[in-house]
């Protein structure tokens, strides 16, 4: 499993992934869990209360139905006309940059700075290491998934892409904020 995190605000792309992926067939929460997970590459873990706490406030809002049980004690739930509409919607609009989510890293960077005793490069330091880190076994795992070269993997490949990318951008500003550390340390005369 890669390791990754879900960020902050990303309810809204739960709620539409576990309804894209029942336009495919009824399934229940598990079934959805896993599914998401084999598509994003198990990028970004789903917690099942997570999964089922979401079902619940789509069936609330009437996009999707519970169509009973599988005989094993699951609820299978279906995706309803609105919850089809409100898929399409999601896809066809772009993804909002009006509120970034927050970050973690930034925040804390934001605040070391002015907590007095806070060692901001030995946080750069740490971060780093753990940031390269990611970056091979992200690099790793597309290496070995474009190797199948199945067009299931497709999808895992663009998603551990957009992973690379972050993580490569990460790299280069704490780059960046240890060269800033560097210019308050030493202000010019």
Not at 35 to 56: C, H, K, M
Not at 97 to 104: L, M
Request: charge should be neutral; proline fraction near 6%.
């Amino acid at each position: 499993m890669l390791c990754g995190f879900l960020p902050s605000g990303s309810a809204m792309s739960i709620r539409h992934s576990l309804l894209a992926l029942l336009q495919d067939r009824p399934r229940y929460g598990y079934q959805l869990r896993t599914e998401f997970e084999d598509r994003t590459g198990a990028s970004w873990p789903l917690n099942i209360g997570q999964v089922y706490t979401t079902l619940d406030r789509l069936e609330r809002d009437g996009l999707v139905q519970k169509d009973g049980g599988d005989g094993d004690g699951h609820i299978i739930y279906s995706i309803t006309p609105a919850g089809r509409t409100e898929v399409r919607e999601w896809f066809a609009l772009p993804v909002s940059r009006a509120n970034p989510p927050r970050n973690e890293l930034a925040i804390k960077l934001a605040l070391g700075l002015t907590i007095p005793g806070t060692d901001v490069g030995a946080i750069i330091q740490a971060q780093r290491a753990v940031s390269i880190r990611a970056l091979q076994e992200y690099t790793k795992s597309r290496r070995d998934t474009a190797a199948l070269q199945r067009p299931a993997d497709t999808a895992r490949v663009l998603v551990l892409d957009s992973l690379i990318f972050q993580t490569e951008a990460e790299v280069r500003w704490l780059d960046l904020c240890e060269a800033r550390l560097m210019q308050l340390s030493n202000p010019p005369a």
